[in-house]
């Protein structure tokens, strides 16, 4: 075996050595077996190693797929006035992110357009197809829930864009959400999307 | 006689049924800002005159 040894350099006695010399050696050899594995330490139930750099031996603990909140931005189409985000929130794993979405319009509130919903962090590319998505929009005073999803546009990869599924003809087909789409929005109507895209 | 509505009496009224908004957001209150009721405002306005154009329809 080398010695030092060949990956972390750490320095063992030698044969011809004197046994005197040998706890002074050993402790060397332990410190540096130590000081190599310090970045190991520490970390909690479920949690995993990952990379800090590209440095040897610079990791960090994490939770895989850690939930975070976040106040997305009102791109267009919404204004989140005296509204309520809750349960707002994302979790990326590697190059996929996970994000929630649920608003609830206060007085001041409105919705004049598309909503549109910024995200936590920059899709891959501009109308990135969206990996999976639900929408739900319901209509407090009427009791009433629609259905449909998000939608990258194709203009920028820090949104996405609310579409609803219109029952027409023989086909579910979408439809763009819009100020009165799928219904006229008012107080205490609210919107929830869950969806989950490619990052870089 | 009614009076007539408009972008800026809507304005108005909101302003004046809000003097401050507070938004709540993952259960923390935030107060907005000058800007941002600025926007709230005009927005919520445009919002009802689009709906009353549509429900007049």
Redesign the interface.
Same mark, same amino acid.
């Given at each position: 075996m080398a010695n030092p040894t060949t990956n972390f350099g750490w320095v063992m006695p030698v044969a011809a050595d004197l046994v005197t010399n040998l706890p002074a050696q050993f402790n060397t050899f332990g410190q540096g077996v130590d000081t190599s594995m310090a970045q190991l330490k520490g970390g909690s139930t479920a949690q995993y190693l990952a990379k800090t750099s590209a440095t040897d031996m610079a990791f960090t603990w994490t939770t895989l797929g850690a939930w975070t909140n976040y106040t997305p931005a009102a791109t267009s189409g919404w204004t989140i006035g005296n509204g309520t985000l809750s349960n707002t929130k994302y979790a990326q794993i590697g190059k996929i992110v996970f994000v929630v979405v649920d608003f609830t319009l206060g007085t001041t509130s409105s919705v004049t357009g598309n909503i549109r919903v910024g995200l936590p962090v920059n899709s891959v590319a501009s109308g990135t197809p969206i990996l999976s998505s639900f929408c739900k929009m319901a209509d407090a005073s009427a009791s009433q829930t629609f259905i449909g999803y998000v939608v990258q546009n194709a203009g920028n990869n820090t949104s996405v864009d609310l579409y609803v599924q219109r029952a027409s003809g023989t086909y579910v087909d979408q439809v763009a959400q819009s100020a009165a789409i799928p219904m006229t929005w008012t107080t205490s109507d609210s919107f929830t999307l869950a969806f989950c895209y490619q990052v870089a | 006689m009614a009076e007539k509505i408009t972008l800026e009496s809507l304005i108005a009224q909101?302003k004046k049924?809000?003097p401050k908004?507070?938004?709540?957001?993952?259960?923390e209150e935030y107060e907005?800002t000058v800007e941002e009721y600025e %926007?709230?405002?005009t927005?919520?306005a %445009?919002?009802r005159i +689009? +709906?009353i154009e549509? %429900?007049s329809k």
């Open positions: - | 909101c049924e809000n908004m507070v938004a709540t957001i993952n259960g907005l %926007e709230a405002a927005n919520w %445009e919002m +689009q +709906q549509f %429900e």
